[in-house]
């Protein structure tokens, strides 16, 4: 099943810079981690924005949201998640 996720980071401005690097390397491993398992095939920055739109490729919602919310920038992030259905007109 697939969905169009769109994230927002919004990290305190406040947080420590040792402890927002650490939160975005674990990010990137467990989201690169993700995409090996074929899970998280699209991943594109929004141009200017700390954000970003993907496509999951994952069996249902529940699946989605446990791979969402342990991402380590979850606490983070706006989320917003729209369900796919296969469109009649698509070739
Ligand atoms: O930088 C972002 O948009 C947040 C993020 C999600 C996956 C990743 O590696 O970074």
Redesign the pocket.
């Known amino acids: 099943m697939l969905f169009h996720v769109a994230?927002e980071?919004r990290l305190p401005p406040d947080m420590p810079a040792d402890q927002a690097n650490d939160l975005?390397t674990r990010?990137?491993a467990?989201?690169?981690e993700i995409q090996r398992a074929g899970k998280w095939p699209q991943?594109w920055?929004v141009a200017g924005r700390?954000?970003?739109i993907?496509i999951f490729d994952v069996a249902d919602a529940d699946e989605l949201h446990t791979l969402l919310s342990a991402?380590p920038?979850f606490p983070y992030?706006d989320v917003r998640v729209t369900a796919l259905a296969r469109h009649p007109s698509a070739i």
């Open positions: 994230m980071v975005k990010e990137k467990m989201a690169q991943l920055r700390y954000a970003n993907s991402l920038l992030m």
